[in-house]
């Protein structure tokens, strides 16, 4: 090994050693999915509550018969990026069931929620714009909030009053203002106030972009967070993903023609990749068609979730994700080995991903779940609060 080699090796061991020492050092786990929430993981069987697969359409028939007609058809990748050689024919399809879906004019398939967010926030704004963030958005939300080279200011999670002020005081500085939140926080679970920051944005002159991640398949009947007290709520920039509720893998944008033109003409994360492959999308296809005529499935997930909570006396939820926190990353690891001892999976959740002082065990609720298994899931809970 070469000086070179050696001196990074050090570096990587020094940093290592510095998380293993905070209880913030991550390891993979080799961990088998199947039907019905049930994972092989470290030789042990546990039913998982720590799964974005919100409505079990990983597995579900007709999902999977989609993806395998495709590929037997068109192969298994896509031969290229999507100006090039690689835009099948399905994702014109995908893109026009997602606009449906989101009522908007039309839809841009990305190879993943993250692409979609380093590649749309870039491409509409720069070094003369200003960005205002929720402060708990998502990593890849502040990913292309920097790499547009934008001024960045974050405001206090879900505070519209906050927004409202910084609104006054910059708005004018500036050529254009881009507002960046959640659509459903995928750390808390709880909801961004969509309709009053859409009115400040149209009052000042700024765009609402939201991540609905977390929303689509599973809030208001699958439509997701833009949807208010039965109101659509016009938001212009609605991006999200394909590997939550939906089951399959991949990112979008929904929004007005004229945007997800500039989008495929200018989103580098679209342009410079490979596009995705054919049995992905007709997944994605397939499982939206039941999100959107299957509003009983749509709306298990969250009622598993205020049944545990109800369970557990804590406030309902707003949606499938139910934060149990616990503080420091010691205690909740320790919280999480002993439920896998009993048979389920709730992983903990440590910084930087959360903030300092707020470990917890994040816990999410399927419509695969059954009954049973919340209540039982929801006791062992309650044994590890009483423990407090």
Same mark, same amino acid.
């Given at each position: 090994?070469?000086?070179?080699?050696?001196?990074?090796?050090?570096?990587?061991?020094?940093?290592?050693?510095?998380?293993?020492?905070?209880?913030?050092?991550?390891?993979?786990?080799?961990?088998?999915?199947?039907?019905?929430?049930?994972?092989?993981?470290?030789?042990?069987?546990?039913? *998982?509550?720590?799964?974005?697969?919100?409505?079990?359409?990983?597995?579900?028939?007709?999902?999977?018969?989609? *993806?395998?007609?495709?590929?037997?058809?068109?192969?298994?990748?896509?031969?290229?990026?999507?100006?090039?050689?690689?835009? %099948?024919?399905?994702?014109?399809?995908?893109?026009?069931? +997602?606009?449906?879906?989101?009522?908007?004019?039309?839809?841009?398939?990305?190879?993943?929620?993250?692409?979609? %967010?380093?590649?749309?926030?870039?491409?509409?704004?720069?070094?003369?714009? +200003?960005?205002?963030?929720?402060?708990?958005? #998502?990593?890849?939300?502040?990913?292309?909030?920097?790499?547009?080279?934008?001024?960045?200011?974050?405001?206090? #999670?879900?505070?519209?009053?906050?927004?409202?002020?910084? +609104?006054? =005081? #910059?708005?004018?500085?500036?050529?254009?203002?881009?507002?960046? =939140?959640?659509?459903?926080?995928?750390?808390?679970?709880?909801?961004?106030?969509?309709?009053?920051?859409?009115?400040?944005?149209?009052?000042?002159?700024?765009?609402?972009?939201?991540?609905?991640?977390?929303?689509?398949?599973?809030?208001? @009947?699958?439509?997701?967070?833009?949807?208010?007290?039965?109101?659509?709520?016009?938001?212009?920039?609605?991006?999200?993903?394909? *590997?939550?509720?939906?089951?399959?893998?991949?990112?979008?944008?929904?929004?007005?023609?004229?945007?997800?033109?500039?989008?495929?003409?200018?989103?580098?994360?679209?342009?410079?990749?490979?596009?995705?492959?054919?049995?992905?999308?007709?997944?994605?296809?397939?499982?939206?068609?039941?999100?959107?005529?299957?509003?009983?499935?749509?709306?298990?997930?969250?009622?598993?979730?205020?049944?545990?909570?109800?369970?557990?006396?804590?406030?309902?939820?707003?949606?499938?994700?139910?934060?149990?926190?616990?503080?420091?990353?010691?205690?909740?690891?320790?919280?999480?080995?002993?439920? @896998?001892?009993?048979?389920?999976?709730?992983?903990?959740?440590?910084?930087? =991903?959360?903030?300092?002082?707020?470990?917890?065990?994040?816990?999410?609720? *399927?419509?695969?779940?059954?009954?049973?298994?919340?209540?039982?899931?929801?006791?062992?809970?309650?044994?590890?609060?009483?423990?407090?």
């Amino acid at each position: 090994m070469g000086l070179s080699n050696a001196r990074l090796k050090e570096f990587a061991q020094a940093k290592l050693a510095d998380l293993e020492k905070l209880d913030l050092r991550r390891e993979l786990a080799d961990t088998a999915r199947f039907s019905g929430g049930k994972i092989h993981r470290s030789a042990k069987k546990l039913i *998982s509550f720590s799964c974005n697969d919100y409505l079990g359409l990983t597995h579900h028939p007709d999902v999977i018969k989609a *993806s395998q007609e495709a590929t037997q058809t068109f192969g298994t990748g896509s031969g290229g990026s999507r100006l090039v050689s690689g835009n %099948n024919p399905l994702n014109s399809q995908l893109e026009a069931l +997602l606009s449906k879906i989101k009522g908007t004019e039309d839809a841009v398939i990305f190879g993943s929620g993250y692409l979609a %967010n380093v590649g749309v926030i870039p491409s509409l704004v720069g070094r003369d714009d +200003l960005i205002l963030i929720d402060e708990l958005s #998502h990593s890849c939300l502040f990913a292309g909030a920097k790499l547009a080279n934008a001024n960045i200011i974050p405001f206090k #999670h879900r505070d519209t009053t906050e927004v409202s002020n910084l +609104l006054s =005081t #910059h708005r004018k500085l500036f050529r254009h203002c881009l507002v960046l =939140t959640d659509g459903v926080f995928s750390m808390d679970g709880d909801i961004a106030p969509i309709l009053e920051l859409h009115e400040l944005c149209e009052k000042n002159g700024a765009w609402l972009m939201t991540d609905d991640a977390h929303g689509l398949g599973v809030i208001h @009947e699958g439509r997701g967070s833009s949807i208010v007290d039965g109101y659509e709520v016009p938001v212009p920039l609605q991006v999200g993903t394909l *590997s939550k509720a939906v089951g399959a893998y991949g990112g979008y944008l929904c929004a007005n023609r004229e945007i997800t033109e500039l989008m495929r003409n200018r989103a580098r994360s679209l342009m410079y990749t490979t596009a995705l492959p054919p049995g992905t999308l007709a997944a994605a296809i397939a499982a939206l068609k039941i999100i959107d005529t299957n509003i009983e499935l749509t709306n298990r997930p969250l009622a598993f979730a205020r049944l545990f909570s109800d369970f557990l006396s804590l406030e309902p939820p707003e949606s499938p994700i139910v934060v149990i926190q616990l503080g420091n990353p010691e205690r909740t690891i320790k919280a999480s080995k002993w439920l @896998e001892e009993q048979g389920y999976l709730a992983v903990a959740i440590r910084p930087p =991903t959360v903030p300092e002082g707020t470990s917890r065990l994040r816990c999410t609720f *399927s419509a695969t779940h059954t009954q049973d298994q919340v209540y039982d899931f929801a006791k062992k809970v309650q044994k590890i609060l009483e423990k407090k």
